[in-house]
Each structure stands twice: as C-alpha cells, then as structure tokens.
C-alpha cells in the first residue's frame, strides 16, 4: 500500500480509468457480437445498421488508445465480410 498522499490518489485514479477502459471494451465487444448475431439470422439490413455502429465504436477505441488500429483494422474486415456472405 502507498504511504504518500500522492501516491494513494494515484491508485485511485488509476483504478477509476482501468474501470472506464473495461466498460468501453466490454460494449465493443457486445457490439461486434450483435453485428455476428444478426449475420447468424441473416438479416442484412440489421447487419448493416449494427456493422456501422461498431465500426464507429472501433474507431473511437483507436482514438482514445484501448485498441491498436490493426485491432480496429481487422475486425472491420472481419465483419464485413461476413456481412458480405450473407446475399
């Protein structure tokens, strides 16, 4: 445990942006599962909708520094192109 002041409120602030950090790459990966159950359901019109969504949240993850833009990169990629074997 950190015995000066400075120290303690820099554990504190640390645990409050590892919390932001986990929540903000929980609901992209709860994004990128919705674009996946919609291709499951065949539903390209949702897919679409979804797909861009999530690619908006990927971006904004590179952004901010959660994820590297070959992250970002691949899972765009990835996604549309199950997208794309739906028709």
């Known amino acids: 445990m950190p015995q000066i002041k400075s120290q303690k409120k820099r554990v504190k602030t640390n645990n409050k942006a590892h919390k932001l950090v986990v929540s903000k790459k929980s609901a992209l990966k709860s994004s990128i599962k919705v674009v996946l159950a919609a291709v499951d359901a065949k539903d390209k019109e949702a897919a679409v909708a979804a797909y861009n969504d999530c690619s908006s ?6 952004a901010k520094g959660i994820h590297h833009k070959n992250y970002a990169s691949r899972q ?3 996604l549309a192109k199950a997208i794309n074997e739906i028709a």
Do not use: E, I, M
């Open 57 to 62: 949240k990927l971006d904004k993850a590179v």
């Open 76 to 78: 765009k990629a990835r």
